[in-house]
């Protein structure tokens, strides 16, 4: 299969990686608007920059493609990284919720699970980045969803409804049913399409755990799944100073970074990500939107 960017491997999960079929993938790389239903799309289309499909059969759509939209009916393309050239990395930041999550809000045991701190300085110091968001975190932060959507320096992507697993022995997440993910994944895609903005259709699995079966179930939908390369371990973290060891001691040129947004469950990235940026500038790195870091020659 050709794959536009990047190479299977990444960090969080054992589950075996699956060699790709043989049909092209197309990953687009312009800005996005939000897109039909899996329903609404045929086997062989590809989604456009306007909503609508256009058709792929023996060539790539003449219309600019929305960012991570592939082949409907070909297991979804896995990638890591974008190509090791040039100066751009990509952060990404996961906003991860689940009904425990949830729960917790409601009882007082925690406060947030909207990181504030990590969108203003973002937004201050002007720069790009991606945000992997599940439906139940829109659901629940509606207004903070609606301000990354109005950022035209950020993208929207999807981590599933509520952040449930889709393999055996992901850690200890409540695993969906293998015929309930593509639902899973497309509700997901509506939540998230109604707030406008940037949209994609990268996606990334809780945990990073995906198996052949997983994959395969995406195949419907058309998506671009999103390892990363550097895994920066905020989840839990109880001091800053690991966290940027972790991303600065591993990033280089086409990175994808992965951290989290969610405050009460990684309350030390707010901390770490200043001097994560000043790392990033002494390397000659630059953040960049995660289409704009995979966008490049392809590898086969």
Same mark, same amino acid.
């Given at each position: ?173 409540? %695993? ?104 990033? %500038? ?19």
């Amino acid at each position: 299969m050709l794959v536009v960017v990047g190479v299977v491997g990444g960090a969080g999960c054992t589950a075996s990686r699956v060699p790709p079929s043989d049909e092209p993938v197309f990953v687009g790389s312009s800005d996005a608007v939000p897109l039909p239903s899996a329903g609404a799309i045929s086997p062989g289309s590809v989604a456009t920059s306007t909503g609508s499909v256009a058709p792929s059969a023996g060539a790539a759509p003449t219309v600019p493609t929305v960012p991570g939209a592939t082949r409907v009916g070909v297991r979804a393309a896995v990638v890591d990284h974008g190509p090791r050239t040039g100066a751009k990395v990509a952060l990404t930041f996961d906003a991860d919720m689940t009904d425990g999550m949830l729960a917790s809000l409601r009882a007082g045991r925690v406060t947030s699970y909207a990181n504030l701190r990590v969108l203003d300085l973002l937004e201050r110091e002007q720069v790009p980045a991606t945000f992997f968001l599940t439906g139940k975190w829109v659901q629940r932060y509606p207004e903070v969803t609606r301000r990354i959507a109005g950022n035209p320096r950020f993208e929207l992507a999807n981590h599933t409804y509520g952040h449930a697993a889709f393999t055996a022995d992901c850690y200890d997440l409540p %695993r969906l049913p293998v015929d309930e993910l593509a639902g899973d994944v497309a509700k997901t895609f509506e939540v998230i399409a109604a707030y406008g903005g940037r949209q994609t259709r990268y996606f990334r699995f809780p945990g990073l755990c995906h198996d052949a079966a997983a994959l395969d179930a995406l195949a419907p939908l058309g998506v671009t799944v999103v390892d990363g390369d550097v895994v920066s371990g905020d989840p839990f973290a109880t001091a800053w100073k690991p966290l940027v060891r972790a991303v600065l001691d591993h990033v280089r040129p086409g990175s994808v970074v992965i951290m989290h947004v969610t405050e009460a469950n990684a309350a030390m990235t707010d901390e770490a990500l200043p001097h994560i940026l000043a790392g990033l %500038r002494e390397r000659g790195l630059v953040p960049a939107p995660l289409s704009e870091v995979l966008a490049g020659s392809p590898v086969s």
